[in-house]
């Protein structure tokens, strides 16, 4: 269109006039010390050349196989370390945990959370959040029996939409979406949605928008050049308003909860946060404020809702692709749970199998390929390396699940990855489908809960069958810029 186009003039000219600041920026990065080697950048676009916009990871992943497992690329004129394989990884988040815990905020981003929520904020701030956090999923009931009634009930509502379909060709995402988003809203809002709730619809809806824009190529170009794009306006500033939308929807239900406050007794983690804000209200130190309420409430939304759908929808993929696998996982439900009980937590120390096929779904999956980025809170030496404080830092989780060194079939989907030869549950190191460190997602538990009892509960009542042959299902994920999503598909749900 005519907009994209004067923006695309608009780059150009500010290239051809704005040299000086990459020749200024690397005078200042490159007197502290030797980095990583890598590509040889070009005056203010750095790697532009050899990371294609849309293509990031299958770049990065070509850049891997001629640099090795750590090197640098310019995104403009920001170097950024890479770190590719469980050795990598492990050596910077979890030998030099502390040095390599900082988080950067993508530019994309930067105008709407302006360091506020727990994701994306640093230092005493995201200590508190972090921590806070934790401590109100647990009393909701993160790994207790209190957000497992939750998940049970809402698997019990997904099993009646699916019983609707009677077996016609589904497309899956909507449905499987709006139970994972109903979990988190049952902790956040203490209540959940009914599907076709308009509220609830208008939510999902944001939720979508923000992963696709995210995702987008001129949100990319964003992300390398936001010295230069900052100040014109086009596709590239639509993030800045979901964000705003999402905020808003979550701004009107801290009203509500203020108005009907009980302090005695919290119905969900709005009232726990506000109970908090009074506690604080004297501390100037403290972290406790709407700001930041609002954002880390975004921050559990959009990591908790799209992860684990596309999760659950790329598991189902991969079970009408394995027929032999989901064969399996029957049998086992049917031996350990039976017919008459609901699933529980509790029922996966005693099914190997399913458990190995639900850490498989994730590995194959690779939702996150390149992880959050990381950024170095300290000059550090790394690997012989100077790494400047404030680097920023990409941990290809991709290039640890596909590890040759740690998996016996790293490129197929393999349950027996995770399968000793007695058939037993074995744990892998390099199983980071959450990142690891000290900035692994701290909905970790919830999530590991929501994918068992949803694959259970489903397959305990379903058979899952493709409508066209196995062959010709083609599990890749299509790279999406932030997310790997699965390939569209339909499938029938046949009660069993």
Not at 440 to 451: K, P, Q, V
Request: aromatic share 10%; charged share 25%.
């Amino acid at each position: 269109c005519t907009m994209e186009w004067v923006c695309v003039v608009t780059l150009l000219l500010v290239i051809c006039v704005s040299c000086h600041f990459f020749i200024s920026s690397k005078g200042k990065r490159l007197h502290k010390g030797k980095l990583p080697p890598g590509p040889t950048p070009l005056p203010l676009i750095g790697n532009l050349l050899q990371i294609k916009s849309g293509e990031t990871l299958k770049s990065l992943l070509k850049l891997h196989e001629k640099y090795g497992p750590v090197f640098t690329v310019y995104l403009g004129t920001r170097p950024v370390l890479v770190l590719c394989g469980h050795q990598a990884v492990k050596e910077a988040l979890i030998d030099k945990a502390e040095e390599f815990s900082g988080r950067t905020t993508k530019p994309t981003l930067e105008r709407a959370v302006e360091g506020y929520g727990v994701c994306f904020c640093n230092g005493e701030r995201w200590k508190q959040l972090r921590r806070f956090s934790i401590t109100v999923l647990r009393s909701f009931g993160m790994g207790k029996k209190s957000i497992e009634e939750r998940i049970q009930e809402e698997a019990q509502f997904l099993l009646e939409e699916l019983r609707k379909t009677k077996g016609k060709p589904l497309e899956p995402t909507d449905l499987l979406s709006r139970a994972v988003c109903n979990i988190i809203s049952s902790i956040v809002f203490g209540e959940r949605f009914d599907y076709e709730n308009e509220e609830f619809q208008a939510l999902m809806t944001i939720i979508h928008n923000f992963f696709w824009e995210m995702s987008s190529t001129w949100s990319q170009l964003y992300d390398m050049f936001p010295t230069l794009l900052k100040y014109f306006p086009g596709p590239h500033t639509r993030v800045y308003n979901i964000v705003s939308d999402a905020l808003r929807f979550i701004g009107k239900r801290v009203k509500k909860n203020q108005e009907t406050l009980d302090s005695n007794f919290p119905r969900d983690f709005i009232d726990c946060f506000l109970i908090q804000m009074e506690k604080e209200k004297d501390n100037p130190l403290s972290e406790f404020n709407i700001k930041n309420m609002e954002l880390t409430i975004f921050d559990l939304f959009f990591a908790g809702t799209e992860t684990v759908g596309l999760t659950l929808r790329y598991g189902f993929l991969l079970l009408i692709k394995y027929p032999e696998v989901q064969a399996k996982v029957h049998e086992e439900i049917d031996r350990v749970i039976g017919h008459n009980r609901t699933p529980k937590s509790e029922d996966r120390r005693q099914m190997p199998y399913t458990d190995a096929v639900i850490h498989e779904i994730q590995r194959v999956s690779d939702i996150a390929p390149m992880g959050v980025a990381h950024m170095v809170t300290c000059d550090t030496e790394f690997r012989g390396y100077f790494i400047p404080k404030g680097m920023e830092v990409f941990p290809l989780l991709s290039t640890v699940l596909h590890d040759p060194t740690m998996f016996k079939s790293p490129s197929v989907f393999n349950p027996e990855n995770f399968l000793d030869e007695n058939g037993c549950f074995k744990k892998n190191d390099a199983s980071v489908p959450f990142s690891s460190g000290k900035r692994i997602c701290l909905g970790e538990s919830l999530a590991r809960m929501e994918l068992f009892l949803f694959f259970t509960t489903i397959l305990q009542s379903f058979q899952l069958k493709p409508l066209v042959p196995r062959e010709d299902l083609d599990p890749t994920p299509l790279e999406n810029g932030f997310l790997n999503v699965s390939p569209v598909y339909h499938l029938s749900i046949i009660p069993r």
